[in-house]
């Protein structure tokens, strides 16, 4: 199964700030790489396909990019809505794998 | 507009059963890959089982042998069939809609609890 490691497991920021996300997988995966937000209580929402596609809907203060092993999620302008954990997940071969989150705090 | 609605979770002892439901509007469950995934408590999250718009099904080898994915296209509804349920199966389970290579639609999720 190919491993996904994000980081940081945490991080702590302020409204406004810029924040960026680290996620790298245990082998190629080309860009088959997508980026999830989670909010207590509620399902996953999709953010980022296929490494740099913004999902219809989602603010434009997303953006992700990597191709590979190396991969990065960035907020630019962090809202007090963006504050969730959030996921990187493979889709380059079965099983699916996912990190294992980066919880986004209020600093 | 695109709707999953789970039902079906609750507490089971060790070894017991649960049939999780996912009911589906605003598309065709059987023309589309759908997805389970888990979320077990202070845990990331876990694919379960896939099943393709063909058919074919696909399992974690966590749950291989336990648990079975299906559909019933009369009622456009996804299921899992878990069966010799473990302490380590409880977690919220979502099901997904598979479009392309990511999760484009998720359910709200129905907790199981495998307690004794």
């Known amino acids: 199964d190919i491993q996904m490691t994000q980081s940081p497991s945490s991080l702590s920021a302020s409204v406004g700030d810029r924040v960026t996300i680290t996620c790298r997988a245990s082998q190629s995966i080309s860009t088959y790489l997508n980026w999830y937000q989670q909010k207590p209580g509620k399902a996953p929402k999709l953010l980022i396909y296929?490494?740099?596609s913004l999902q219809s809907g989602v603010p434009s203060r997303f953006s992700g990019s990597g191709s590979g092993t190396d991969f990065t999620l960035t907020i630019s302008s962090l809202q007090r809505e963006d504050f969730a954990t959030y996921y990187c997940?493979?889709?380059?071969?079965?099983?699916?794998?996912f990190g294992g989150g980066t919880k986004v705090e209020i600093k | 507009e695109v709707q999953l609605v789970e039902s079906g979770g609750g507490l089971v002892q060790p070894g017991g059963s649960l049939r999780l439901s996912c009911a589906a509007s605003g598309f065709i469950v059987s023309s589309n890959y759908m997805s389970w995934v888990r979320h077990a408590p202070g845990k990331g999250l876990e694919w379960v089982s896939l099943?393709?718009?063909?058919?074919?099904?696909y399992y974690a080898d966590s749950v291989k042998g336990r648990f079975t994915i299906s559909r019933d296209n009369s009622k456009n509804t996804l299921y899992l069939q878990m069966n010799s349920l473990r302490t380590e199966d409880t977690a919220v389970y979502y099901c997904?809609?598979?479009?392309?290579?990511?999760?484009?639609?998720w359910g709200q999720g129905t907790l199981v609890t495998v307690s004794s």
């Open positions: 296929a490494a740099s």
């Open positions: 099943i393709y718009s063909g058919g074919n099904t």
């Open positions: 997904a809609r598979q479009l392309s290579s990511w999760y484009d639609y």
């Open positions: 997940q493979q889709s380059y071969s079965t099983p699916p794998t």
